[in-house]
């Protein structure tokens, strides 16, 4: 599936259909700290979807949590993820916003808090698509029956295994 191409703030639709077109995440600013939203968003991601999951984070490189890698950077990567996820200060978003338009990631999500309007232009005139101030385990949870429009638990269980 191909990731669709957005020039727009994506409506919640368009986030759904760049949630389903994915394979693959990378989380920048993951920490290992289980307090962490990166953590608890990186939990969610790792037991509830089959995203191949990368996390980045020079302090923690080669460290391994979650049973997966924690790279330094980018171009350590084995591959280029589908959703390049950031949990960075918005003062970084400019410099991370050029490493993921040189990577070639075809999606640059912002984390809940995170607006950063020049540099989502920069890479939407690159032919990203840009999601801001969005979680990305809310908008996937939202998606497939976890959540409510709101954010609350709907209570849905179910034996059927969601469509991605």
């Not at 639709?13 to 990186?42: D, H, K, M, W």
């Not at 999951?53 to 993820?81: C, H, K, M, S, W």
């Not at 410099?95 to 075809?106: C, F, H, K, W, Y």
């Not at 849905?156 to 469509?163: K, L, N, P, Q």
Request: aromatic share 8%; proline share 5%; hydrophobic share 45%.
């Amino acid at each position: 599936m191909t990731i669709p191409q957005i020039p727009h703030e994506p409506t919640a639709r368009e986030r759904q259909g760049l949630l389903r077109a994915a394979r693959s995440v990378a989380i920048v600013g993951f920490s290992a700290n289980t307090a962490r939203s990166s953590y608890y968003v990186a939990t969610y991601l790792a037991q509830d979807t089959d995203y191949r999951l990368y996390f980045i984070n020079p302090n923690a490189a080669g460290r391994e949590v979650l049973g997966q890698p924690v790279y330094a950077g980018f171009a350590d990567l084995p591959e280029t993820p589908d959703i390049v996820d950031v949990f960075r200060r918005a003062s970084d978003l400019p410099a991370v916003t050029d490493e993921v338009i040189a990577l070639g990631s075809p999606v640059l999500w912002f984390q809940l808090g995170l607006v950063h309007e020049e540099a989502a232009a920069k890479a939407r005139a690159a032919g990203l698509s840009v999601v801001q101030n969005r979680c990305l385990k809310i908008e996937h949870a939202r998606f497939h029956g976890g959540l409510h429009l709101a954010g609350f638990d709907t209570g849905v269980v179910s034996a059927r295994r969601a469509v991605r």
